[in-house]
């Protein structure tokens, strides 16, 4: 069992920065998958960046060249850095990991056994 506690949200300008934070308490974290996915008002959860157990990292077009995911084995931490951020960006963001280092379909929630509870983002002048 996995559990996942995210942190970091809060309120930014357009074009400012926030770096968020997820730690995996219960088991070593470089043996899983670990994804970020943001839920909007009224929409469906979407996929922003996953990090496999290489440490390769695969993002969607939406906040490919502004978010950056990277990960702390040692303190089982997993971070998101956000940059450039736009009003569109607003949401609750999700922390989510699998125990595999294998996933495929990594832009799937349906991929994915263990989810934080989210953090909320807010982008306004």
């Known amino acids: 069992q996995v559990q996942l506690v995210e942190s970091g949200g809060g309120l930014v300008q357009p074009g400012g920065s926030l770096r968020l934070s997820c730690v995996a308490s219960g088991r070593t974290a470089s043996a899983y998958t670990m994804g970020w996915f943001r839920q909007a008002p009224g929409k469906e959860r979407e996929f922003v960046g996953t990090i496999r157990c290489d440490d390769r990292t695969y993002y969607p077009d939406s906040v490919k060249g502004r978010f950056t995911i990277s990960r702390d084995n040692a303190l089982n931490t997993m971070h998101l850095q956000m940059n450039s951020l736009k009003p569109e960006d607003t949401a609750v963001y999700y922390c989510?990991?699998?125990?595999?280092?294998?996933?495929?379909?990594?832009?799937?929630?349906?991929?994915?056994?263990?989810w934080g509870q989210g953090t909320q983002v807010t982008v306004s002048s």
């Open positions: 989510a990991a699998v125990r595999s280092c294998t996933v495929l379909l990594f832009r799937n929630v349906r991929e994915y056994d263990y």
